[in-house]
DNA sequence: CCTGGTATTGAAAACCATTCCCAATATCGG
DNA sequence: CCGATATTGGGAATGGTTTTCAATACCAGG
């Protein structure tokens, strides 16, 4: 074997999913961005949408955020998606800000440390309600 | 309406499943309480799990975290579940610490603040492997 | 003790996001 | 053009959670 990604093919709906999340500023779950696809007459497949969903985010495209309902929402980061970050999600609307907390690094590092725990991981997200939601 | 909270009946169910969480060093989902229940004997309807878990959590009796799997799982904190705190969670044993970062709350809130977002909440986790899950 | 009213229970069905399956279709190298 | 490979998408399956609702438990009065 050759090894090395394997490059997946540039398709129809690929780009139609891509272009979905680019459009939005904020989080979107694999059902809304069908949906729009779908009102815009993109014709996307379900499952494919949550197949190109998934492989976005494998390849550090998409940020992934679970909601506390138990959908999984995505938003495109750009170049942003590669370095670690975090997001200031406003609950209404779906709007995000990247956001970046050294001392909040820093932090989960050592009291995990503190505690002897190993491969130390973190999830850090701020919710609100943006200016435009409000009143 | 006379109001107040409404004080539910001390029942069999509740009981066994308060004490079930209560057992456990970390977090559990429902599934697994029922489960644990029903191994030793003590006959819970699954609905009844999930209507109590609900509940101790409403009350603010017990935290909860849902896992990047999906599952919704609880953990009884005692008197810790009033104070606002985070975890530090064990991915492969559930364990669980309780942690607390008041930078990391300032930063949230500042960090809100700055974008114009009110209403401002967030969620912290942190998790790793604990040294009893090592090696 | 009965007894009617209220709260709780739990089995089964409904829900719903997500995944799986797989036959039809599109695309590529030769 | 052809056979090999990759992608698609409709529908079925999954799995956690919620809802439904008839049966049961509990309560306060009478
Ligand atoms: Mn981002
Ligand atoms: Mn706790
Ligand atoms: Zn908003
Ligand atoms: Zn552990």
Request: aromatic letters at 6%.
């Amino acid at each position: 074997m050759t090894g090395g990604p394997t490059r997946r093919r540039e398709t129809r709906q690929g780009e139609a999913v891509r272009d979905a999340l680019a459009q939005s500023e904020g989080f979107r779950s694999a059902q809304d961005v069908y949906a729009a696809l779908r009102t815009e007459g993109e014709n996307v497949g379900l499952s494919t949408v949550y197949r190109h969903l998934q492989a976005l985010a494998d390849d550090g495209d998409v940020d992934v955020i679970h909601t506390p309902e138990g959908e999984t929402t995505y938003r495109y980061c750009g170049d942003a998606a590669r370095r670690h970050h975090h997001h200031l999600v406003c609950r209404v609307c779906g709007r995000a800000e990247e956001i970046e907390g050294r001392a909040v690094e820093r932090w989960a590092v050592s009291v995990a440390d503190q505690h002897g725990y190993s491969d130390v991981d973190h999830t850090v997200e701020v919710f609100g309600t943006c200016s435009a939601c409000q009143g």
